[in-house]
């Protein structure tokens, strides 16, 4: 199982960017997926989770600025952020709770990363 990340890059401040990640290889089904990021210095820390039923939830500081959505037809899951702000700044990852098709359980996946840059 992989994830592909896409669609980071540099972006002024007030800026949009979309995010997107899918998921390939053997897959059963896949539960939760969801982003992360990690800014220098600092820990990872969650931004938004989609489960495969139910509604999303996304840390408190992107509430209003950025929306989860996904695509289980495409094992994608995208993430759309507006109103960027140098703080944004980070390396965005990728999470997926897959079941391999090869696997009785389920396992927990990360994606390569991808840069966001938010600078004037």
């Known amino acids: 199982v992989q994830l592909v990340e896409s669609g980071g890059g540099l972006v002024q401040p007030g800026g949009s960017l979309r995010l997107s990640c899918a998921a390939s290889g053997s897959i059963f089904s896949i539960n939760a997926m969801g982003w992360y990021r990690q800014a220098p210095g600092k820990q990872r820390e969650l931004v938004a989770t989609s489960p495969n039923v139910g509604s999303p939830t996304y840390a408190d500081s992107m509430k209003g600025r950025f929306t989860i959505s996904r695509d289980n037809a495409k094992n994608t899951v995208y993430l759309q952020m507006n109103s960027l702000a140098p703080e944004d700044t980070a390396v965005y990852y990728c999470?997926?709770?897959?079941?391999?098709?090869?696997?009785?359980?389920?396992?927990?996946?990360w994606g390569q990363g991808t840069q966001v840059t938010v600078s004037s």
């Open positions: 999470n997926a709770k897959v079941r391999p098709s090869t696997a009785l359980f389920q396992n927990n996946y």
